[in-house]
C-alpha cells in the first residue's frame, strides 16, 4: 500500500541531543502510531494518538497528531545510545482502518 | 501494553518444503491481523490482512498459494509459507488489532526469521 512520506531517513545525533522526525500524507488519518524498531526484533508501540491536535508524551518522548489529519511528528529529547533504532509512523484510515506506515527514520546516536 | 506473540523466531528448512508461522494475542482478542515482510534496512510491507473465520485479504502481487493464512480462533493466525525458495527467506512479522480498551490499537509480535536453504 501506499506508504507515508517519512523524514528524515536518517539521522546521526550526539548523546544528549533533541530528536524530530514528521510523517506527512495528502490523506486524512483517524489514526497516528509511532514505532520503534530494534535489529531483528518486532516494532514495539511508543505512542498512539486518536485526535486531531492531541500531543501526547511517553517518557522522553512526544508525538502530536497534526491538527490537519495529515501528518504526525515525534520528538526525542535529551537522546542517549538505546535510543538507536528504526522508528516508524503509521496512520489508520477509513472505516476498515487501513494502514499505512512510513519508510522509516534510522537514528543513530553517538555517546 | 498488549501482547502479540510469534513461534518460532527463526527457523531454516529445506527448499521446497513448507513452514508455518504462528501469531498469537496473548492478553486481548484480535479478529483482525496482518502479516508482513520486511527486507534489510526497508519498512514494512503488508502481505495479507487475516480476518478470524473468514479468507484472508491479499496485498496485490502476494501469491495466495504460497502463503497460505489462517484465522481459526481470535487469538491465533497462521502463515504457511508452501513450497518455500530461497528467495522466501526473510523477516516475518504479524500485527494483530487490540478493539478494546486500547482503542483501536496495532501490536506486533516479535517477527519470525526464515532461511531457506
Not at chain 1, 490537519?68 to 535529551?78: C, E, G, M, P, V
Not at chain 1, 542517549?80 to 519508510?103: E, T, W
Not at chain 2, 509459507?81 to 523477516?91: I, K, L
Not at chain 2, 512479522?93 to 486500547?102: F, K, L, P, Q, V
Request: proline share 4%; glycine share 8%; with cysteine.
Amino acid at each position: 500500500g501506499q506508504q507515508l512520506n517519512q523524514s528524515p531517513q536518517s539521522m546521526f545525533i550526539q548523546e544528549g541531543e533533541d530528536v524530530s522526525m514528521n510523517c506527512t500524507s495528502s490523506s486524512i488519518f483517524n489514526t497516528w502510531l509511532w514505532y520503534k524498531q530494534d535489529p531483528g526484533e518486532g516494532p514495539v508501540l511508543l505512542i498512539a494518538l486518536y485526535k486531531a491536535g492531541e500531543l501526547t508524551s511517553n517518557g522522553r518522548l512526544t508525538a502530536q497528531f497534526g491538527i490537519t489529519r495529515k501528518d504526525s511528528f515525534l520528538n526525542i529529547s535529551a537522546s542517549i545510545p538505546s535510543d538507536v533504532g528504526i522508528y516508524f509512523c503509521a496512520g489508520q484510515k477509513g472505516r476498515n482502518n487501513d494502514m499505512r506506515f512510513g519508510a522509516g527514520t534510522r537514528l543513530t546516536v553517538k555517546p | 501494553g498488549a501482547v502479540v506473540s510469534q513461534h518460532p523466531s527463526w527457523v531454516i528448512c529445506k527448499s521446497g518444503t513448507s513452514v508455518k508461522i504462528e501469531c498469537r494475542s496473548l492478553d486481548f482478542q484480535a479478529t483482525t491481523m496482518f502479516w508482513y515482510r520486511q527486507f534489510p534496512k526497508q519498512s514494512l510491507m503488508l502481505m495479507a490482512t487475516s480476518n478470524e473465520g473468514s479468507k484472508a485479504t491479499y496485498e496485490q502481487g502476494v501469491e495466495k498459494d504460497k502463503f497460505l493464512i489462517n484465522h481459526a480462533s481470535l487469538t491465533l493466525s497462521t502463515l504457511t509459507v508452501t513450497s518455500a525458495h530461497p528467495e522466501d527467506s526473510s523477516f516475518y512479522i504479524c500485527s494483530a488489532r487490540d478493539m478494546g480498551n486500547s482503542g483501536n490499537t496495532i501490536y506486533f509480535g516479535e517477527g519470525s526469521w526464515l532461511t531457506v536453504v
